[in-house]
C-alpha cells in the first residue's frame, strides 16, 4: 500500500525554520512528483510546492517563495521541505502529495499524508 | 481568501442528492477541465474523489460525479450515506506549475 508520512512539524518563533519530512512507502519514489500542500487553521488547502522525479526542476507558491525549498532523496524515499524567516500566517497543517497522472493529465494528487502541524507562535 | 469559492456547509438527508459547487475564473476552472475534488477530515489523510471534472479513481463509489459549467464545477453525491459526512475541497490547474483550492465545503449528512 502506498504510504506518506510526515514528520518535523511543531511549535517555533517567528523568524525561526523549521524542516520537514515525508518518509515514502510502498511505490517508487523516484517516479513521481511530489507536493507539498498546507491548511491553516479554519482555512482552505493551499499548495505550497512541487519537485520534479529527479529534483532538476522545482516550483513554488508565491506566498512561500525566497523563504521555503522544497528536496527530495531518492534513494532514502524522501521528500523535505526547509522553512525559513517563518511568520504566523505559515501556521498549518503540511501535507505532503504524490501528483498522478492520467492519459491526458497530470494535475491532480492522488495519494496524501495524514500530515504534520507547524505552529508559529512567540 | 481561497483562489476558489466552496460554499462552507452543505446537507442532506440518507438517500437524497446533494450538489456542491466551485466557482473560479476564466483563468483555473473556466480554462481548463482540470478540475479535482478531494474528500478530507481533520487529523486523515485527504482522498481524491474526482479528477478532470467527472472522473472517479478506482475506489471511488460511483454515487459521487462532477460537473462543470463555465467557471463553476459541482460534485455531486447521489443516494447520500452518513459515511459521505466529510469536508470536500474542489482544486483546480490554473496553468504554468499553478494549482488552486477551494476553502472546502463541510456536508453534513441530517
Known amino acids: 500500500d502506498v504510504q506518506l508520512v510526515e514528520s518535523g512539524g511543531g511549535l517555533v518563533q517567528p523568524g525561526g525554520s523549521l524542516r520537514l519530512s515525508c518518509a515514502a512507502s510502498g511505490f517508487t519514489f523516484s517516479n513521481f512528483w511530489m507536493n507539498w500542500v498546507r491548511q491553516a487553521p479554519g482555512k482552505g488547502l493551499e499548495w505550497v510546492a512541487n519537485i520534479k522525479q529527479d529534483g532538476s526542476q522545482k516550483y513554488y507558491g508565491d506566498s512561500v517563495k525566497g523563504r521555503f525549498t522544497i528536496s527530495r532523496d531518492n534513494a532514502k524515499n524522501a521528500l523535505y521541505l526547509q522553512m525559513d524567516r517563518l511568520t504566523v500566517e505559515d501556521t498549518a497543517v503540511y501535507y505532503c502529495?504524490?501528483?498522478?497522472?492520467?492519459?491526458?493529465?497530470?494535475?491532480?494528487?492522488?495519494?496524501w499524508g495524514q500530515g504534520t502541524l507547524v505552529a508559529v507562535s512567540s | 481568501q481561497s483562489a476558489l469559492t466552496q460554499p462552507p456547509s452543505a446537507s442532506g438527508s440518507p438517500g437524497q442528492s446533494v450538489t456542491i459547487s466551485c466557482t473560479g475564473t476564466g483563468s483555473d476552472v473556466g480554462a481548463y477541465d482540470f478540475v479535482s475534488w478531494y474528500q478530507g477530515n481533520p487529523g486523515k489523510a485527504p482522498r481524491l474523489m474526482i479528477y478532470e471534472v467527472n472522473k472517479r479513481p478506482s475506489g471511488v463509489p460511483d454515487r459521487f460525479s462532477g460537473s462543470k459549467s463555465g467557471n463553476t464545477a459541482s460534485l455531486i453525491v447521489s443516494g447520500l450515506q452518513a459515511e459521505d459526512e466529510a469536508y470536500y475541497y474542489c482544486s483546480s490547474y490554473a496553468g504554468t506549475n499553478n494549482l488552486v483550492f477551494g476553502g472546502g465545503t463541510k456536508l453534513t449528512v441530517l
Open positions: 502529495a504524490r501528483r498522478d497522472c492520467s492519459n491526458t493529465s497530470c494535475h491532480q494528487f492522488g495519494y
